[in-house]
């Protein structure tokens, strides 16, 4: 019996921090022709994204994607495409528009095509009244519009499941780090701008301060953790499928700053916080990711070590590349 084809998938947001690495690592597992990558920007010759097929296009123009849809035969959309914290408080009207109504697009397309859609949610859709390890059933609160934004999104995207038979999953992502793509404008960037600049200049001013700690995590376990989310039976899937928590390691900025010197002698952190520190401070230390241990065996690999020694070597490496 021949193999049966490979799904074709379905991108938004392909630029963005996250899809840069997902669409590489789709590409891998089902073929450059079966992946779509998507953004409402440019792609400018980017050097992950340009191996395969990429379209321009708006997830707020609902026909703009059913015509990719039908003209491609898309059966799975991973709908990244998103307004992140910090920039979504400067533009709250913008951030609901494309983070609720680019999802109700998304959302409505696949239960007219039959497709299925991971969508994530954040660690932003907690709130100060959260314990500081957040727990996968608790209140949700949040203190932002990008966080509200998300709750919105879990909540559609678990009626969509229940009436609409929609297969649609999440995870609730926390700060994620990587050196491959650039941050988009979240409060947990620091933990990505400071490499950069402890390996160009030795030095970094952090828009948070030393004793704030938060979830963070490797970029490869958080595309790892959304393809297993995807491969799991359905029948495996709990009342949490819109929004999993999932854990990688949770340190202080201080902690981190530790680490770094460890490989750079004499790299200094300095503090500045700003707004973004509100943000931070209305976020758990760390989350409890238990049921999604249980219902789909996940288990990050990444602690903060490796990630500043992953981090690092390729931050040099490349730097070295370009010079």
Partial sequence: MSEAPPPTVLVTGALGQIGTELVSALRDRYGNDSVIASDIREIDGHPIIKNGTFLT???LDKEALEIIIDENNVDIIYHLAAILSATGEKNPELCERVNVGGLANVLELAREHGLRVFSPSSIAVFGPDCPNHAPQLTPLNPTTTYGETKVSGEVMARYYWEVHGVDVRGLRYPGLISWKAPAGGGTTDYA???FHHAVKTGKYSCFVGPDTRLPMMY???AIRATLELMDAPVDSISESRAGYNISGCS???TE??????KSIDQFECTYS???RQEYADSWPDSVDDSEARNDWGWNAEFELEQLVSEMLTNLTRTREVEE
């Fill in 256 to 261: 981190l700053v530790a680490e770094i010197s």
């Fill in 192 to 194: 990505v701008e400071i």
């Fill in 219 to 221: 970029m490869d376990d």
């Fill in 251 to 253: 340190f202080s900025v």
């Fill in 273 to 275: 916080p700003d707004i």
């Fill in 57 to 59: 296009a708006d997830v």
